[in-house]
């Protein structure tokens, strides 16, 4: 079975660009989560989304971020405008049903801003 | 809010030993769940061992187990006859119940080596 799709890989721009990254959870899971890791701050959530809809965003750092689950196979994480403080590691993890506890992490996409 | 500490942020032991990382946790909840992950040079991150806190039996996969003392919001985790392979960051994480898909609180992670 596939795990957790996140793409690019590795994303390189510069301050003020808009940053797209994107996550396939594993099918049949309909819990999402977005994680950020830094040095200073370790790992933190940023959302997640249960049934395609966001249930907690109280983690996402400024307006300049937002995220949408158009479906149940697709999420996205938009920077816009970027700044080189969200350089970082962003992790997708998804999770099979409400009530079940282990997520699945993906491998994650390393940004840094120029 | 929930915080997750780990007060050892780089342990160092020998192939073949055993070492226990530890972690202490403050929470209001009584029912949640704690995690280990592992995160290899790879930087994915992989699922080492879970603990339901409402089970009193301490988990246990292989050569991982963890030591759970709830009232002292405690939960270490244990490796024996260590491996190179065991070389990395561990993180502690903790989990909520309250009825919907709560995301996880890590803590800042303890590097381990494994000297060969």
């Known amino acids: 079975d596939a795990g957790v799709i996140q793409s690019p890989r590795h994303e390189v721009t510069e301050m003020g660009q808009e940053v797209t990254l994107r996550c396939k959870p594993i099918?049949?899971?309909?819990?999402l989560f977005w994680y950020r890791q830094t040095m200073m701050r370790g790992l933190e959530l940023l959302i997640y989304?249960?049934?395609?809809?966001?249930?907690?965003d109280s983690g996402m750092p400024e307006d300049r971020f937002s995220a949408k689950m158009p479906n149940a196979s697709f999420s996205t994480l938009k920077i816009q405008p970027s700044e080189p403080r969200d350089s970082a590691v962003y992790f997708c993890?998804?999770?099979?049903?409400?009530?079940?506890?282990?997520?699945?992490f993906g491998p994650g996409t390393r940004l840094t801003v120029l | 809010a929930q915080t997750v500490t780990q007060s050892q942020p780089e342990m160092s032991v020998q192939e073949a030993e055993t070492v226990t990382l530890s972690c202490t946790y403050d929470?209001?909840?009584?029912?949640?769940?704690l995690f280990w992950y592992k995160q290899p040079p790879s930087r994915q991150m992989i699922l080492v061992i879970r603990?339901?806190?409402?089970?009193?039996q301490n988990a246990t996969e292989n050569r991982f187990s963890v030591n759970f003392q709830k009232a002292a919001k405690s939960f270490s985790l244990k490796i024996s006859d260590s491996q190179l392979g065991d070389t990395a960051m561990y993180f502690c994480?903790?989990?909520?119940?309250?009825?919907?898909?709560?995301?996880?609180?890590f803590g800042k992670g303890t590097h381990l080596i494994i000297q060969p």
């Open positions: 099918s049949g899971h309909n819990s």
């Open positions: 603990q339901e806190a409402y089970k009193q």
């Open positions: 994480a903790f989990m909520g119940v309250r009825g919907g898909a709560d995301g996880l609180t």
């Open positions: 989304f249960n049934n395609n809809v966001p249930i907690d």
């Open positions: 929470t209001s909840e009584n029912n949640y769940y």
């Open positions: 993890a998804s999770r099979p049903y409400l009530g079940t506890d282990t997520q699945y």
